[in-house]
C-alpha cells in the first residue's frame, strides 16, 4: 500500500512525464486585453470575454448595486429560501433575449448541462452527441444512464445513421417510451467551426427526435443582436433545449437554459444541479442581465464590429484558413502535447499569455494553441500576435 502522499505524487509525475501537468498562474489584474501575471503585463489573448464585458462599467455598476441591494450571499437554493428578484429580472432578459417562453439559470454552464440532461433523460432514453462537445456533456450523459452513441464531428450522414438505429431500438422496446435527445454544441470551443443546425433539426423533426444545442460560444456574437447562431440560421424556434453560459461574451458568470414554461418549470422540479445548490451571487445574476442588454443595445453592435474587424486583420497578417472567421477562437493545432508547450512558453517570453490545449480538453495528439480575440484588443495587439506566431519555432 502507498501512502496517500506517495500515490498523489506518482500520479503527478505521470502528468509531468505526458506532458499533461497543468498549474494555475495568479492574474493580479482584471480580465481584459493586459493582463498582469507575475508581475509582467501579458497581452492576453486566452479570454472567452469576446467583447471584453468582463470589466465593462455599466456590468461592474449593476453588480455593485446588487450588492448594495441583496447583500453579497444568496443563503440557500432558491427552492429553499425564496428566489431573489436578480435571478426573476435574469430570466425575464434571457427568454426576451432567445425568444423563448421561459429561461432558468444555473450557477455554471456545466451546472445547467448536467442538470438538464440527467433531467430529461434516464436509462430507458438514447443520447446522440457530437464527438467534439464540451465535458459538461459528456458528463451529464454519462451521468445520466441513458444510452450513449456519438456521431463523427459534424457529419450529418452518421447522425442519421445513429438516429435511424436509435428509431429502431425505441421501436422495439415494447414497455417503455423512449425518448431521443441528440446534443450539440453551435460554435465548437476549441476548433471554433459551427454546427450545422439546419440539417440538424431537419433530422431531428424527421426522427421525432429532441434536440439541445449549447451557445456558449456563439450568444452574444452571432445571430441579431447576438442571440446565437440558431437565430442566425433561423432555427431556433424548432430547437427544444437551448443552453448557454453567462460568463463567456455576456461578461458574468453562471448557465443558462431558455425554452418552453413547460421545460423550465420541469428542470425547476427535477434537475438536480439546480435544486441542490446554493444560489450563485446576487451580483452574477446583475451583472449578466447588464450585459444581456448591452450585447442588444447600438454599443453591443459596434463591438462586435470591432471584433470583425480585428478578426479580418488577423486573417490578413496570418496565412491562417479559419473554418468560420466570424468567431472569434482560433486552434493552432500542434498536435505534440510537448510541442505545444514550448509554443506557449515561446509566446511567454515575448509577453503574450495564449493557453495550451491538451488532453482531455481535447484529444491525444491533437494539442494545440487556443487563440481567441475580443472585441478589446487593437490593431496593434493583433500585429503583435501575428508577428510573435510567424516567429514561432516548432
Ligand atoms: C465554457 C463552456 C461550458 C461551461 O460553461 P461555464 O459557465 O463556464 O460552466 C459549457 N459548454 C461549452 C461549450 C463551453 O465552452
Keep these: 500500500m502507498h501512502s496517500f502522499a506517495d500515490e498523489s505524487n506518482r500520479r503527478l509525475s505521470a502528468l509531468r512525464e505526458q506532458n499533461l501537468f497543468r498549474e494555475l498562474r495568479r492574474v493580479d489584474s482584471a480580465q481584459g486585453p493586459r493582463i498582469q501575471i507575475g508581475g509582467h503585463p501579458y497581452l492576453n489573448f486566452s479570454s472567452n ?8 462599467p455599466m456590468l461592474k455598476a449593476a453588480a455593485i448595486a446588487a450588492v448594495e441591494k441583496f447583500g453579497a450571499g444568496a443563503g440557500a437554493s432558491r427552492l429553499i429560501c425564496g428566489s431573489l428578484a436578480p435571478f426573476h429580472e435574469l430570466e425575464e432578459s434571457l427568454a426576451a433575449f432567445k425568444r423563448t417562453e421561459a429561461a432558468l439559470t444555473f450557477a455554471t454552464g456545466y451546472a445547467a448541462a448536467g442538470g438538464t440532461i440527467t433531467a430529461l433523460c434516464g436509462k430507458d432514453d438514447i443520447l446522440i452527441l457530437d464527438k467534439l462537445v464540451h465535458a459538461c456533456i459528456v458528463d451529464g450523459a454519462k451521468l445520466s444512464g441513458a444510452k450513449l452513441r456519438v456521431f463523427a464531428h459534424n457529419d450529418l450522414e452518421d447522425l442519421e445513421d445513429k438516429l435511424r438505429w436509435a428509431t429502431s431500438t425505441a421501436r422495439n422496446s415494447s414497455m417503455v417510451t423512449r425518448h431521443i435527445l441528440v446534443i450539440t454544441e453551435s460554435i465548437f470551443s476549441m476548433d471554433g467551426d459551427c454546427a450545422p443546425l439546419m440539417g440538424m433539426v431537419a433530422l431531428k423533426e424527421k426522427y421525432g427526435a429532441w434536440l439541445m444545442v449549447d451557445e456558449a460560444h456563439a450568444t ?3 445571430g441579431q443582436h447576438g442571440r446565437g447562431l440558431a437565430d442566425a440560421l433561423g432555427v431556433s424556434q424548432q430547437i427544444e433545449i437551448q443552453m448557454g453560459t453567462l460568463g463567456k461574451a455576456l461578461g458574468a458568470s453562471g448557465g443558462y437554459i431558455c425554452g418552453s414554461r413547460a421545460l423550465i418549470d420541469y428542470l425547476v422540479n427535477r434537475a438536480r444541479s439546480f435544486i441542490f445548490s446554493t444560489a450563485p451571487v446576487p451580483a452574477a445574476a446583475a451583472a449578466a442581465t447588464a450585459g444581456i442588454k448591452l450585447v442588444q443595445s447600438a454599443a453591443g453592435e459596434s463591438l462586435r464590429a470591432q471584433l470583425r474587424q480585428r478578426l479580418a486583420e488577423f486573417r490578413s497578417a496570418t496565412v491562417n484558413r479559419q473554418p468560420e472567421m466570424a468567431c472569434p477562437i482560433i486552434p493552432v493545432i500542434l498536435g505534440d502535447e510537448a510541442k505545444t508547450l514550448a509554443a506557449a512558453a ?9 493557453p495550451a490545449i491538451r488532453y482531455p480538453t481535447v484529444a491525444r495528439g491533437a494539442a494545440r494553441l487556443r487563440i481567441t480575440l475580443t472585441a478589446a484588443h487593437s490593431g496593434a495587439d493583433i500585429s503583435e500576435l501575428a508577428a510573435a506566431l510567424a516567429g514561432l519555432k516548432t
Excluded at 470575454?49 to 465593462?56: E, K, M, N, P
Design 49 to 56: 470575454d469576446y467583447l471584453g464585458l468582463a470589466s465593462h
Design 220 to 222: 452574444g456574437i452571432l
Design 346 to 354: 515561446q509566446l511567454r517570453a515575448q509577453n503574450i499569455f495564449v
